[in-house]
């Protein structure tokens, strides 16, 4: 089994920048797609960012192309979500998720791994 650590999240007054970071531990040997989740108080869970296995290909949502970047080093087992200009309406817990069986993957229910999540508050 694969278990999925986020990191980074905190508060921050708008335009501010933030980096988070998720880091893959045990079974090895997977090839995964990997993608951030975030979800407010009273919403859904919506789609952020996703990475392929190789880091080749990345998609991101409208709402945040263009400030956010999604990397991730496969030799590190980590993945990482660069947030600049942050707004008030990016303030949400955020989850790193990994999909086994999708090459790259942008909804939900095509993830089988999900961290635990990191708190991110942009202040306005």
């Known amino acids: 089994q694969v278990q999925l650590v986020e990191s980074g999240g905190g508060l921050v007054q708008a335009g501010d920048s933030l980096r988070l970071s998720c880091v893959a531990s045990g079974r090895t040997g997977i090839e995964y797609a990997m993608g951030w989740f975030r979800q407010s108080p009273g919403k859904e869970r919506e789609f952020v960012a996703a990475?392929?296995?190789?880091?080749?290909?990345?998609s991101y949502a409208d709402s945040v192309k263009g400030r956010f970047t999604i990397s991730r080093e496969k030799t590190k087992n980590t993945m990482s979500l660069q947030m600049n200009n942050l707004n008030p309406e990016d303030t949400a817990v955020y989850y790193c998720?990994?999909?086994?069986?999708?090459?790259?993957?942008?909804?939900?229910?095509?993830?089988?791994?999900w961290g635990q999540g990191t708190q991110v508050t942009v202040s306005s």
């Open positions: 998720a990994g999909s086994i069986l999708s090459t790259i993957a942008t909804t939900d229910a095509q993830y089988d791994l």
């Open positions: 990475v392929s296995w190789s880091g080749g290909q990345t």
